[in-house]
């Protein structure tokens, strides 16, 4: 008498039966392409802008160069955008050019590799992307310089004005600190669009010489650095644009916005404020 061994079979061994590991594999790395998409689209985008218009609020050490910033791209949708917060923005139809050059992917293989790279902030910097501090909303006016202050040598020290108010800005930075910031003549903003200026004084190209930007063309609110992860920090908006710094005596600043703590809260940044006041700090 014979036996039939092949009912002894598992059925978990039998080919087929079960779904190749990598079939699961794949399917993950779908998901998470798509999510990174969609994150990047609507939500929070990694930039790599290696311009030294932001020193030192950006690298902030001799030699440090390469931060990569987080931003925010749903923010101003719930608000307008505020004085002192910095933002990233396409430079596309406006009066900004890149000082540096990109060299294109030269097949497809090297578009596809930007293109991943890009969605974590670690690929090419965009040719039209730019990362400035808003000084001046619509209806503001802006000029250069105050100069009723002086430091500890006697030199002047240059302060901006936002509608005849004196602005400390504690950020600042100038190359050559015995040469004070450019002046300007005192610019009115014009309705929708917004006066920037990098951190660098003496190193920025900004709306001092190139006017003001469109706040269409802005992408979002740049909230923080992640890498390199030694200079990992929130960007704050400064206290003198922050209400809640203010003196009980001085009128009340526009609303800086709530830091953002993570991607699960950046979609409600932002929705607690959303009328601008025309007040600011004085020092």
């Not at 040598?153 to 108010?165: A, K, L, P």
Request: glycine residues 10%; charged residues 25%.
């Amino acid at each position: 008498m014979t036996t039939d061994t092949s009912l002894l079979v598992d059925d978990e061994d039998v080919e087929g039966s079960r779904p190749p590991v990598t079939r699961g594999l794949w399917f993950l790395g779908l998901v998470a392409v798509a999510l990174a998409l969609f994150m990047k689209t609507f939500l929070v985008q990694a930039f790599f802008i290696p311009s030294g218009s932001m020193e030192q609020t950006l690298h902030g050490c001799p030699g440090c160069s390469g931060d990569r910033v987080l931003v925010n791209k749903v923010v101003y949708k719930f608000r307008p955008i505020h004085r002192g917060e910095i933002v990233v923005f396409n430079g596309k139809n406006t009066n900004f050019v890149n000082e540096g050059s990109v060299e294109p992917p030269r097949n497809v293989a090297e578009r596809v590799l930007r293109g991943v790279q890009g969605l974590i902030g670690f690929g090419a910097p965009g040719e039209k992307d730019f990362i400035k501090r808003v000084i001046g909303v619509p209806g503001d006016v802006v000029a250069c310089c105050d100069t009723t202050l002086k430091d500890d040598e006697g030199n002047v020290v240059n302060r901006i004005t936002i509608n005849g108010q004196v602005i400390d800005e504690p950020y600042v930075y100038l190359s050559d600190e015995t040469t004070p910031q450019a002046v300007f003549e005192p610019v009115t903003v014009p309705e929708g669009r917004l006066f920037v200026m990098g951190d660098h004084r003496d190193g920025s190209s900004d709306s001092r010489y190139n006017g003001t930007i469109p706040e269409s063309a802005v992408v979002g609110r740049a909230f923080a650095v992640f890498y390199p992860f030694e200079r990992r920090k929130v960007l704050r908006v400064p206290d003198v644009f922050d209400p809640t710094k203010r003196r009980a005596s001085e009128e009340s600043l526009p609303p800086a916005g709530d830091p953002v703590l993570g991607v699960v809260l950046v979609p409600l940044v932002g929705v607690r404020r959303r009328v601008r006041s025309d007040g600011l700090v004085t020092t």
